[in-house]
């Protein structure tokens, strides 16, 4: 192949590609703005002939959209602060704060990194019905305040922070929590932005958890309830296609801005260490 | 406060969450695994029996699991070489010197992995409509008759197959990329001076390299398939004719359609034991490979 026909080859097949890759997601655009019934025509219209919001204002104004959204961001909040919070403190301790048993609990975490979910799915549910907390935020939040994964990732990074530096803040006279706050966390801010980016996008996109443990529609969140109204409204593609770019959209906004900081610690924790 | 005082105090937060909401629930699981709880014990924990494997046994006779095992299975069969291979394409295209606006592409090729799940399978509800999904109109211009994609038992799970390669295959290609750079730029350029083609270089120099990070992606994704879920849910609910009932499609209509705790335990720890010996295989496999 001669390096000319190999350029058109290698560009023309990415080009190709990615319009595979966001033709769905295009199109879905476009369709949500299609007034009702529009879009089951023949040929299938690409673009709306005649723009309209009433598929976003049916959803925000009588099908209880804004709860929905008001629930995901709040839940994927929630978990986010919570779980960075706990996770690097957990993983700092592991990478840099000697203790008995250390090794040993580290490897015990990581060897239950290999259990699925869905093992301590039914006794979690018990768990958390006898503490009142099944169809509550609580039973989102509350089991998921910190992971294993976090921890690993947070003690992956901390391990490149230097004794000296410890050091030198005890010999100040700093205590641990101190040391923590003013000289680890700085530190670990490319990881922490990571792990929060993560957290909130895997907690945002959640969906068995919190269709098993939220049956209120009240408290639903934005994927669950868009299960169960496609369910109803199988029919009504323009509505469904709004309710997916509103349960889309934010992530994809989210990961726009910080897709350097997602990107990495997708490497950061898929290269074992 | 002593260093190893000061370091319990900062891992105790997390160890108390992980004990009290995963790894105690975990063992929990396996002795609900051995027991008939059932909505009658839902009420009243009095009315709990201890059955030992009755449940293990019931399960691998039933036929509709052994369905649900089949229908996964070739979810996982198909769709992860599938992915990797759509992975490893697309990560080698972006890697070429010849790529341009590379940032561009790898952001939009990696767009789908954020996207959520459930959004996504409604979409592609639309796209693959019988009568006006735009796929079967696309087939119609080159003369393919409409296909009853989600409609027909031989279609439903390809189609979710390929909406799994569709939505997943940027998340391996990122980590491809990342193995592709890490191969030292001199193997190409010895190859080249002797005059190897793209083709052999392929074969004897980035494949072989990119050896364990074949082996990771591999079982990363093959467990990450193992769990198949959201997407029949939306998209089929089980059917046509239960045909895309996956193990957990199964273990949650058992569990909390049916409140059988007992058995949707012991559903969720078989997956949990063949999702263990195929990564223990794959390692298996890989390490011979490597020895030959």
Redesign the interface.
């Known amino acids: 192949?001669t390096?000319r026909l190999?350029?058109v080859f290698?560009?023309g097949?990415?080009i190709g590609?990615?319009a595979?890759?966001?033709?769905?997601?295009l199109?879905?655009l476009s369709?949500s703005f299609m007034p009702a019934g529009a879009?089951?025509?023949?040929?299938?219209p690409l673009f709306p002939e005649t723009p309209t919001l009433a598929n976003y204002r049916e959803l925000f104004v009588h099908a209880g959209m804004v709860r929905w959204l008001m629930n995901s961001l709040l839940l994927a909040g929630a978990v986010t602060a919570c779980s960075l919070?706990?996770?690097t403190?957990?993983g700092?301790?592991?990478a840099k704060?000697?203790?008995?048993g250390?090794e040993r609990?580290f490897r015990m975490?990581i060897g239950?990194l290999?259990?699925?979910?869905?093992?301590?799915?039914?006794?979690?549910?018990?768990?958390l019905k006898h503490l009142g907390l099944v169809n509550t935020y609580g039973g989102v939040i509350?089991?998921a305040?910190?992971?294993?994964f976090g921890?690993y990732l947070v003690r992956q990074y901390a391990r490149t922070i230097p004794d000296e530096l410890l050091e030198a803040a005890r010999m100040d006279g700093a205590?641990?929590?101190r040391i923590?706050l003013t000289v680890v966390v700085p530190l670990l801010r490319p990881v922490l932005a990571s792990l929060a980016v993560f957290t909130f996008?895997a907690c945002?996109?959640d969906?068995?958890w919190p269709?098993?443990v939220l049956t209120d529609n009240e408290l639903q969140t934005?994927?669950?309830a868009?299960?169960s109204l496609?369910?109803e409204h199988v029919q009504d593609?323009e509505l469904?296609?709004a309710?997916?770019v509103i349960?889309?959209l934010p992530?994809?906004v989210l990961?726009?801005a910080l897709?350097k900081y997602?990107?990495e610690g997708?490497?950061l924790g898929?290269?074992?260490g | 406060m002593s260093i190893p005082a000061a370091a319990w105090g900062f891992v105790a937060p997390a160890l108390a969450v992980i004990g009290v909401f995963f790894l105690l629930p975990v063992v929990a699981g396996l002795g609900l695994s051995l027991t008939d709880f059932d909505i009658y014990a839902l009420a009243d924990f009095a009315n709990l029996r201890f059955v030992g494997i009755e449940n293990y046994v019931r399960l691998l006779q039933a036929p509709l699991f052994w369905q649900a095992l089949g229908n996964t299975l070739y979810f996982v069969v198909v769709g992860v070489p599938l992915s990797i291979a759509v992975s490893l394409g697309a990560a080698l295209l972006l890697h070429s010197r010849l790529a341009r606006f590379k940032p561009f592409f790898r952001t939009a090729l990696f767009a789908p992995v954020v996207a959520t799940i459930v959004a996504v399978a409604v979409i592609w509800r639309y796209l693959f409509h019988t009568r006006y999904g735009m796929v079967n109109h696309a087939l119609g211009a080159i003369g393919v008759d409409p296909v009853d994609w989600l409609g027909d038992p031989h279609w439903a799970m390809p189609t979710i197959i390929l909406l799994a390669v569709w939505k997943n295959f940027g998340y391996n290609m990122v980590i491809f990329m990342a193995g592709l750079q890490a191969i030292p730029g001199e193997l190409y350029e010895a190859a080249r001076i002797d005059g190897a083609s793209w083709w052999r270089e392929l074969v004897h120099i980035t494949l072989p390299m990119l050896g364990p990070t074949l082996l990771m992606v591999g079982i990363l994704t093959t467990a990450g398939y193992f769990q198949l879920f959201a997407e029949p849910y939306v998209m089929t609910q089980g059917g046509p004719l239960r045909s895309t009932v996956s193990v957990l499609y199964f273990m949650y209509e058992e569990g909390f359609k049916w409140w059988n705790f007992g058995a949707a335990s012991a559903v969720a720890l078989l997956l949990f034991g063949l999702v263990f010996a195929v990564t223990w295989l794959l390692l298996r496999l890989s390490g011979r490979g490597a020895s030959a």
């Open positions: 192949m390096p190999a350029t290698v560009n097949s990415l590609l990615t595979v890759t966001l033709f769905p997601l199109w879905m369709v879009a089951s025509a023949l040929p299938p919070a706990f996770n403190m957990a700092y301790a592991f704060l000697k203790f008995a250390r609990l975490l239950a290999v259990i699925p979910g869905q093992v301590a799915m039914m006794p979690l549910f018990l768990l509350v089991p305040m910190a992971g294993i921890v205590g641990e929590f923590f996008l945002w996109n969906f068995m269709l098993i934005l994927p669950v868009l299960a496609s369910r593609s469904m296609m309710g997916s349960t889309v992530v994809l990961f726009l897709q997602y990107i997708l490497l898929s290269v074992k």
